[in-house]
């Protein structure tokens, strides 16, 4: 009796491992990278070494306010450097990063990454990409004529959106955007336009597991209608911090998420 009991708990745990899918990837947001602040080349540098002696991850998400200011001049740079990345990588878009008067539009910055990186397949601010059973939504919130901090997703957007929750309504969804839906500290300036009707938005979707943010320089991890929100602090804040993010999801149970920030070693050292 014995022996059939631990049989059948091995092959109930078999089983279970059979529909689990794990995750691996990391979050670096707000490097502001510009040619004349040679800290932040040191940084971004030391940031990609650092994690490029990391295992097991899926690809690097940037979140925004990459670059300075909108200069061409320093997103080539800044990709010149991200390149040396050994895990693929993707961007999104912060307010940091465009200002279309200035000469640095939305479709410009992504025709600059994708010039300068023959891998790198978006071809547009919002859009999807899969990973091992996983699949990752970038929503674009940023503002390139009138740029400032405060989030503000279009209706456009937002609709695309739902059309893509309603596509993969059987996969786990993450979204990465730059700017959070859940504030980790008060900023009325940085505040996402209409973020209660995102929020009320998601709620309608069942297989969002997570939403991770940059935008305030500030570590913040909330759960709320079964969404986990990540916000995480400015690569160019001392001490230098990216995010390592697991996600652990098993049929029957709830997805579990686990973070980790790291310290870019021997940064301003």
Same mark, same amino acid.
């Given at each position: ?47 990609v070494?650092?994690i ?50 200035? +000469?640095?539009?939305?479709?410009r910055? !992504?025709?600059? =990454?994708?010039?300068?990186? %023959?891998?790198?397949? $978006? ?12 699949v ?35 996969r ?47 570590? +913040? ?5 079964? !969404?986990?929100? =990540?916000?995480?602090?400015? %690569?160019?804040?001392? $001490? ?5 993010i ?24």
């Open positions: 009796m014995k022996k059939f009991l631990s049989i059948l708990i091995i092959l109930l745990i078999a089983a279970g491992t059979a529909f689990a899918n794990e995750i691996k990837f990391i979050q670096v947001t707000d490097a502001h990278y510009s040619s004349p602040n040679a800290h932040s080349k040191e940084v971004l540098e030391r940031t070494q650092d490029n002696k990391q295992s097991g991850i899926a690809f690097v998400i940037f979140t925004g306010d990459n670059i300075d200011s909108a200069n061409p001049e320093y997103l080539k740079e800044f990709v010149h450097i991200v390149n040396k990345l050994k895990y693929p990588y993707y961007t999104v878009i912060g307010n940091h990063d465009v200002f279309k008067n200035g +000469g640095l539009s939305k479709e910055y !992504i025709e600059i =990454i994708r010039k300068n990186h %023959l891998f790198y397949t $978006p071809r547009k601010p919002n859009y999807v990409f899969e990973k091992d059973g996983f990752f939504i970038v929503a674009d919130g940023a503002k390139e004529v009138i740029p400032g901090p405060g989030g503000y997703f279009k209706e456009d957007t937002l609709k695309w959106l739902v059309e893509q929750l309603k596509k993969y309504d059987d786990p969804v993450g979204i990465f955007q730059h700017f959070p839906l859940i504030e980790p500290r008060v900023v009325k300036s940085h505040r996402t336009y209409e973020a209660e009707k995102y929020l009320d938005l998601l709620k309608q979707h069942n297989n969002v597991i997570a939403v991770v943010s940059g935008h305030y320089h500030t570590n +913040g991890e909330t759960t709320q209608d079964g !969404i986990y929100h =990540i916000s995480s602090p400015s %690569l160019l804040s001392d $001490p230098n911090y990216y995010k390592i697991t996600i652990v999801t098993t049929k029957g149970f709830s997805p579990m998420i686990y973070t980790e920030l790291k310290e870019a070693t021997g940064v301003g050292k």
